[in-house]
């Protein structure tokens, strides 16, 4: 501050007395019961946001089984394996299977500010278009492997933008009750989604014709139909609204996500909570740039973690099965590597039912980190048998050893399924405070993206220089991934977005949080209601932070024709 500021008018600088409905600084949370959890609406809206997850599924489960279909091998196989049959060499089929990850990985960064900019709805359509264009362009293909390969690309783009929008929607539109229960819904319909491309493949392998892998690319249409026709009919994000100015249209949809009427004591408090955290994102003084990410109190520490989780995550190896599981079993002598395929998916899907379970009723440590300690013994196993008791040369004479070795894969799924899978993506949207969440996300899941096309694209290199040793690195990465959980992870069940923010800021002991208790009667700190200057270097008074906002209420108390003032939080009579 260069000068002191002239004192405000009363009317201003007193807080206007609360309506009859929402006397209470801090109401107690409603309860509600099952039916009122688990409404019709809330359904639709967890089928319809989280088709997001299978389409990303459904495109994984299939390629792994294009690279050994006939016909496909016909056309884009560019060598020969030791028994004189068409195969692809490592070059070709990594970057058929990994540029996917790579459009991936740019579509999760630029959902973002295309999302703030037009609107959750009309971006998760947009997305789903721009996967089918990436379609087409690979059904369209003949003989030049590379288009499919640039197909995989720009469906990439797609995916990417709904693995951020996703999860963004669903938890700024959920009710507080199901939110974890909607985002976790997202790696649920993965598993679904890589299942179903799994039966699909197994059906049309065997045709000898390019409508072996055609009909499975032209059956993709189906689910960005549903997503990105769907979706229309839900109504928008109403933290979106809110920013926009459309405070009574975000009252309703609030209203509408619970099932209870305008002026319900739960709809007054997200509507106060969404003004408050918006108050103070915006009074800070000037504009706040991108870097506060990492600049703002403990920020950087929760990027960075952010950043590590979801790395650690594609680090477990779960995807050296997805995407090449019909190819490695088909090395363990198998007769039908599809089979074992669809096995795998079953099981991936079945687990990730009590996973849902397992994180509300353990909380997030303590899955996590038994879940990577299990994870990290099955792969030593496997990893083994594959090395030293698998015959090299003609694995049909240790046949009993593939089979063995399928059990360790399906035991490694289903740790996965249940702790890794659905767990990190609620982590990684509580960690953060509503101001941040979208730019933290996204970097978060590009880490995602990336790791997963580095796993994806030199897979076949590593598998040939050290066969199955491979899966001693993906061991140790989970090993290393409960040991980042135990030390740097908060435990986060049972606790509101507020009480994660407090623990972060103030350095709580990942060890000892679970039994962390938020004093009574203390205003505990949380970086939504912090009036940050702009880089989060600095934090003003609540006092001098409020007067932008005051003065922008002030030269909106008579609005433009039409218009809606932007930050006033009561409702319009």
């Given at each position: ?68 279909m006939?016909?496909?091998?016909q ?9 004189g ?67 995989r ?74 997503m ?118 079953a ?9 849902l ?6 909380g ?71 101001r ?57 069940h049972?606790?509101?977005?507020e009480e ?65 003032p ?8």
């Open positions: 501050m260069r000068g002191k500021r002239a004192p405000l008018p009363a009317s201003l600088t007193t807080t206007p007395p609360p309506p009859p409905h929402d006397i209470e600084k801090k109401p107690q949370m409603m309860e509600f019961g099952f039916k009122d959890r688990f409404r019709p609406r809330i359904l639709l809206m967890a089928t319809l946001v989280s088709m997001g997850g299978f389409i990303f599924g459904y495109d994984t489960g299939q390629i792994s089984g294009f690279l050994e006939p016909d496909f091998l056309r884009f196989a560019d060598t020969t394996n030791a028994h049959e068409l195969a692809f060499t490592n070059p070709r089929s990594g970057c058929i299977v990994a540029l996917l990850s790579i459009g991936t990985l740019i579509g999760a960064l630029v959902a973002a500010p295309i999302a703030d900019k037009f609107g959750r709805k009309p971006s998760i359509t947009f997305w789903n278009i721009i996967f089918c264009v990436g379609v087409i362009i690979q059904i369209a293909t003949t003989t030049k492997w590379y288009q499919i390969a640039i197909g690309w720009v469906a990439g783009l797609g995916v990417g933008g709904l693995s951020v929008l996703t999860p963004m929607y669903q938890s700024e539109t959920a009710p507080r009750y199901v939110r974890g229960a909607l985002v976790s819904c997202y790696q649920l319909f993965i598993t679904m989604g890589i299942l179903t491309a799994y039966c699909i493949n197994f059906g049309t392998e065997a045709v000898p014709s390019p409508r072996a892998w055609r009909l499975p690319m032209g059956i993709g249409f189906i689910w960005p139909l549903i990105g026709v769907g979706i229309l009919f839900l109504r928008e994000s109403p933290r979106w609204e809110y920013r926009k100015g459309r405070i009574e249209s975000a009252r309703t949809t609030i209203a509408i996500s619970y099932g209870v009427p305008e002026d319900h004591p739960e709809v007054n408090r997200e509507v106060r909570e969404i003004k408050n955290k918006l108050d103070a994102e915006r009074a800070g003084g000037g504009k706040h740039p991108f870097y506060e990410v990492f600049t703002g109190p403990a920020m950087l520490y929760r990027t960075l973690l952010g950043i590590s989780l979801q790395a650690l995550q594609q680090l477990t190896g779960a995807n050296f099965f997805f995407y090449y599981g019909t190819t490695i079993f088909q090395s363990v002598g198998l007769p039908n590597p599809y089979v074992t395929s669809i096995i795998l998916g099981v991936n899907v079945a687990t990730t039912f009590p996973g379970y397992i994180v509300e009723k353990f997030r440590r303590p899955s996590l980190i038994y879940g990577g300690l299990w994870m990290c013994m099955c792969f030593l196993v496997f990893s083994s048998l594959g090395h030293f008791a698998l015959d090299p040369v003609d694995p049909t004479k240790t046949q009993s050893i593939g089979y063995v070795m399928i059990i360790f894969a399906c035991l490694f799924i289903a740790a996965f399924a249940m702790t890794w899978g659905p767990i990190i993506w609620a982590v990684v949207g509580e960690i953060y405070p509503s941040y969440r979208a730019k933290c996300m996204a970097m978060a899941t590009a880490s995602n993206w990336f790791w997963n096309f580095l796993i994806s694209f030199f897979t076949p290199y590593i598998i040939g220089a050290i066969d199955y040793r491979y899966g001693y690195v993906f061991a140790a990465c989970c090993f290393t991934g409960a040991a980042v959980v135990f030390f740097f992870v908060c435990e986060s049972g606790r509101s977005l994660i923010d407090t623990m972060y800021i103030l350095g709580v002991n990942p060890i000892t949080s679970k039994d962390w208790t938020q004093p009574e009667d203390d205003e505990l700190p949380n970086l939504d209601g912090t009036y940050l200057t702009p880089g989060a270097r600095g934090i003003k008074k609540q006092d001098e932070a409020r007067v932008p906002v005051e003065e922008r209420q002030e030269r909106m108390m008579v609005p433009r024709q039409g218009s809606i932007e930050m006033s939080g009561a409702r319009q009579s």
